[in-house]
């Protein structure tokens, strides 16, 4: 189930080596340097226990020596065998009575009058619907373009209601 596994140049020279489980040895994510692209530089050690593969690590890092320190060709930040498998017991505890109840309105029925007041209060809006039965080819504006004379109107009929609020106050 645990291994230490071991990622190579293309010289055969290893520039990293981890302890891992599943598909640990195989993915980049949540490593400081970035895997292989093939499999065939990546070696396998298997272990009988995670006790085992640590101390494998621990022992493939003191003899490739890292560089950070100046005693080798590896690019690991740590000697090895300080990682952890999968989350404490405790973590797991406090993340399961977080996501327990009814968290932000989930099962929420809102009442007749709230669903018509919410109803009536979209009527219109397009928001996030802006291509939603566009022709294609063309412009997200098509057929609401109003003519010259239809836009001097509105604007003159905006501008006669801004002038009457202000001759009010």
């Known amino acids: ?8 140049r293309e010289d055969g020279t290893p520039y990293y080596i981890g302890k891992g489980k599943n598909g640990r040895a195989f993915t ?14 990546i070696v396998i050690y298997p272990a009988e226990s995670e006790i085992n593969a640590f101390e494998t690590e621990i022992a493939l890092i003191w003899y490739y020596g890292r560089k950070d320190l100046g005693t080798g060709c590896l690019r690991n930040c740590t000697d090895g065998g300080e990682g952890t498998t999968g989350k404490p017991e405790s973590s797991r505890k ?3 009575q977080a996501l327990q109840g009814n968290k932000h309105g989930l099962g929420y029925r809102h009442s007749e009058d ?4 919410i109803s009536t209060a979209k009527l219109g809006n397009q928001n996030g619907r802006c ?3 566009r022709k294609r080819g063309k412009p997200w504006n098509y057929g609401t373009a109003r003519s ?5 109107l509105r604007h003159r009929e905006a501008d006669a209601r801004y002038r009457a609020r202000k001759r009010q106050t």
């Open 1 to 8: 189930m645990f291994y230490t596994y071991m990622w190579l």
């Open 94 to 96: 406090r993340i399961s």
């Open 148 to 152: 010259a004379e239809e836009s001097r």
């Open 131 to 133: 291509n939603k039965g």
């Open 28 to 41: 980049s994510r949540a490593h400081s340097v970035k895997r292989p692209p093939t499999k065939e530089r």
């Open 114 to 117: 709230a669903r018509e007041k």
